[in-house]
């Protein structure tokens, strides 16, 4: 049976009619949507390519232009006096620190003092029963007069021995003796006379003054207590408080320009500090060095010495020590913060005068609070960034920023002004 018969043949029969097996037909959408991908991927490479393009063939922004550039704060580079100083941690300590102790051996009658006072030199501190001492006192006067009384009938027996031995009337040998005797009592008297003399020390000991002006200290015994010399704690401690000196350390490598400026007779100032170095507490002066440099670190001792007239430095206190050994002259000066470090080195951002900077190396000097000295590389009148470096390269076109923080406004642009005229 051909194909034909067998068409005629499905198309009579009343019956539901069934489809050969055939392999269905590809749609034909995937090839519609293979090539909107490929409209889409030429798209997006135009827009890449566009705004590559755009981005290289756009002018740079330019100041002049009014459009922003990095804004930077400038300072000039001025002359100025730049002080060297050495900066170093000290303690303040005393001048004298006295332990006021007993010298003889009684009862405390009398406390004189208040604990913290400040007392100046022979002010009374305490005094101790001074009746022993006075009665010893007046026994080594009635000593000293027995023997006194004593020494002057010896001689005159020593006279009137020596006329009789001229005339042969007594033997030489009783003059000898006499002048023996006369010489012992003189002794006596002298031995009466020291003992009249310790007796008065004595009595002046019961009265204990101030050997030195300073502050008290806390007592150290109590009224009524029986006190000697060989008390350990002694009655209070005294501490000097003007002057006073501080001692600090430096490095061995100052050492030769101190001693150059002390042998040409310079008096080297010394400015105390607090412990965070906010706050000035006292000004003086060098006083001495120490004799030998401490080999397990390196430094020396320095001492330097304050009047103190107010008080502010107080013993065994920690404070920030600045040396002042020399000051630099007339030399080019700029802010800390112009200050550069990097690739190159030490540098700084030089201002042109077509608002460009330009990568400068310098050779610094000593530093002086916020300001620091440079050696080379820089004149006076030069013009430095000291502030937005960090967005700043060699030859980058900068907006200089005005004081209050705003930008430089830019260059006003004629033309427009002239058209507004016509």
Not at 138 to 152: C, F, I, N, V, Y
Not at 181 to 208: E, M, P, R, S
Not at 307 to 331: A, I, K, R, S, Y
Request: net charge positive.
């Amino acid at each position: 049976m051909d194909d034909r018969t067998k068409t005629d043949l499905n198309e009579a029969w009343p019956g539901p009619r069934t489809r050969p097996a055939q392999t269905p037909p590809k749609p034909a959408a995937p090839p519609r949507r293979r090539g909107g991908r490929v409209v889409g991927i030429i798209i997006l490479l135009l827009v890449v390519l566009g705004v590559v393009w755009w981005v290289h063939t756009r002018p740079q922004p330019d100041a002049r232009r009014g459009r922003p550039q990095p804004p930077v704060a400038t300072a000039p580079v001025q002359s100025g006096d730049v002080d060297i100083n050495i900066n170093a941690l000290g303690t303040v300590t005393s001048l004298a620190t006295v332990t006021i102790r007993s010298q003889i051996s009684g009862y405390l009658m009398n406390v004189a003092f208040k604990e913290g006072d400040i007392v100046k030199k022979g002010d009374l501190l305490a005094e101790i029963d001074s009746r022993p001492y006075q009665l010893a006192l007046s026994q080594a006067e009635g000593a000293l007069k027995r023997d006194q009384a004593m020494l002057q009938s010896a001689q005159l027996d020593l006279e009137r021995y020596t006329n009789l031995s001229k005339t042969n009337a007594i033997p030489r040998q009783q003059v000898d003796q006499q002048a023996a005797l006369v010489q012992q009592d003189q002794g006596n008297v002298i031995a009466d006379q020291a003992q009249i003399d310790t007796a008065k020390l004595n009595i002046t000991y019961c009265h204990i003054v101030a050997p030195v002006s300073g502050r008290l200290g806390l007592r150290q015994v109590d009224q009524g207590n029986y006190v000697t010399p060989g008390d350990t704690n002694g009655l209070v401690v005294i501490t000097q408080l003007s002057p006073i000196s501080v001692v600090f350390t430096t490095a061995e490598d100052n050492l030769p320009p101190i001693l150059k400026r002390l042998k040409d007779g310079a008096t080297l100032p010394v400015t105390a500090y607090d412990r965070s170095g906010a706050t000035k507490l006292a000004t003086g002066t060098l006083l001495t060095l120490d004799n030998q440099i401490d080999t397990t670190t390196g430094t020396l001792k320095l001492r330097a010495q304050f009047e103190n007239t107010d008080g502010n430095l107080f013993p065994n206190q920690f404070v920030n020590v600045e040396l002042l050994v020399d000051t630099l002259h007339n030399t080019p000066v700029v802010p800390s913060s112009a200050v550069q470090r990097g690739a190159p080195g030490t540098f700084v951002y030089l201002v042109n005068s077509d608002s460009t900077v330009t990568v400068r190396p310098i050779e610094l000097g000593p530093v002086d609070g916020d300001r620091v000295a440079v050696k080379k590389g820089l004149n006076v009148g030069d013009k430095v960034v000291t502030d937005g470096a960090d967005k700043l390269r060699d030859g980058i076109t900068i907006t200089v920023r005005e004081p209050n923080g705003a930008n430089a406004p830019p260059a006003p642009n004629p033309a427009p002004h002239k058209r507004r005229k016509q």
